[in-house]
């Protein structure tokens, strides 16, 4: 085998949310040799789900649409898959203080049974090693050397890496081997978001399954049993603003939900005998004003792909690592 091979050049991808999980996916299907690291206990990053005995909710991106050619024609596999399928919601949109029936028409698509199904099916053939937080980089000799807070120095180096993270995560790592990184990761502008989620023994009557909100500190209610294949109690997220969320970034979990809820009952969903979580999501949303879709450092063999470089939204994930994999192909042909 010589030294362009493919199963010889190695890639280690940290972040095994949808844009990492994309990324990795078509890596491998290339023959690139893939590693994914995450710090969390499970994959899919924001497009993510809280599961108890009793009840479950997509607390991270709620649903998502599907406008790129190849974007659907990944989507279609999903639903041949049976791990996405298409929600049709009674939406209402609360703006001046007035209900109003929403005028979209747009197809809107949730994982089944859950959001985090998505990343689930994408990670069944990848290897991911989860609960590793790669603290320290370091580009030496033409290879990458991570360093792990749980498990300190990874013996395994590699030839290419992938930053699928958040912006602020993403300067805090990479800074001292990529200074260009500081620029770009500081116009993304992350913001926040509050998220609650509110289980109920009974089923509630409201006359709609998900609602857009104008005007106040919360920003969407949505219903996850509207969701198809969902089961348990009733539930319902609600999610705050970026721009309130930022600002109360630092407010204690009950501080936050008081306010959410009482938000929440002013709109007509009454929380006080439901069972409440709450979920502080530090970078929840927020992108370029350009969309370069992903960003490449070709002579450090080190890219970035995230939904903040292509637009901030789930479609804008998986074609953010999509593409930066088959350019990533595309330098490897070349050299």
């Known amino acids: 085998m010589n030294k362009h091979q493919p199963k010889e050049t190695t890639v ?6 949808l844009s990492g999980l994309s990324c990795g996916a078509q890596l491998n299907t290339l023959g690139f040799q893939v590693q994914l690291y995450d710090k969390s206990r499970g994959v899919s990053g924001r497009v993510s789900t809280r599961k108890t005995e009793d009840w479950s909710a997509d607390h991270g991106a709620q649903y998502f649409t599907a406008r790129d050619p190849l974007f659907i024609k990944e989507l279609d596999m999903w639903l041949a898959a049976e791990v ?3 929600w049709s919601p009674r939406l209402k949109v609360f703006n001046a203080g007035q209900w109003q029936d929403s005028t979209s028409n747009e197809n809107r698509y949730v994982g089944t049974p859950a959001m985090n199904s998505l990343g689930k099916y994408l990670a069944s053939k990848l290897p991911v090693d989860l609960n590793q937080t790669i603290d320290r980089i370091t580009y030496d000799q033409s290879k990458w050397k991570l360093h792990s807070l749980e498990a300190g120095d990874i013996n395994q180096q590699f030839d290419w890496l992938v930053l699928a993270i958040p912006a602020p995560q993403a300067l ?6 990529d200074p260009s990184i500081e620029e770009l990761a500081n116009n993304a ?3 926040a978001c509050w998220t609650v989620m509110a289980s109920f023994a009974e089923n509630l009557n409201l006359p709609f399954d998900a ?5 106040e500190i919360i920003s969407w209610i949505s219903r996850n049993n509207s969701k198809p294949n969902r089961k348990g109690l009733e539930t319902w997220t609600i999610h705050a603003t970026p721009s309130w969320s930022q600002e109360s970034l630092e407010l204690n979990k009950e501080d936050a939900a008081k306010l959410i809820l009482a938000c929440s009952k002013k709109l007509g969903l009454d929380c006080d005998r439901a069972n409440v979580a709450i979920h502080r999501w530090r ?5 370029l004003s350009s969309i370069p879709g992903f960003n490449l450092r070709e002579d450090l063999r080190l890219g970035y ?9 789930v479609e804008g994930a998986w074609l953010s690592g999509y593409k930066l994999a088959c350019q990533i192909q595309s330098i490897r042909k070349i050299n």
Do not use: E, K, P
Not at 172 to 177: E, F, G, P, Y
Not at 283 to 287: E, M, T
């Open 305 to 313: 792909c995230g939904d903040w470089l292509n637009g901030g939204r």
């Open 84 to 86: 996405a399928a298409l």
């Open 189 to 191: 502008n992350m913001q």
């Open 12 to 17: 280690a991808v940290i972040g095994a949310g």
């Open 283 to 287: 970078y929840a949303s927020g992108h």
């Open 211 to 215: 609602a857009f909100i104008n005007d």
């Open 172 to 177: 805090t790592l990479a800074r001292t081997a």
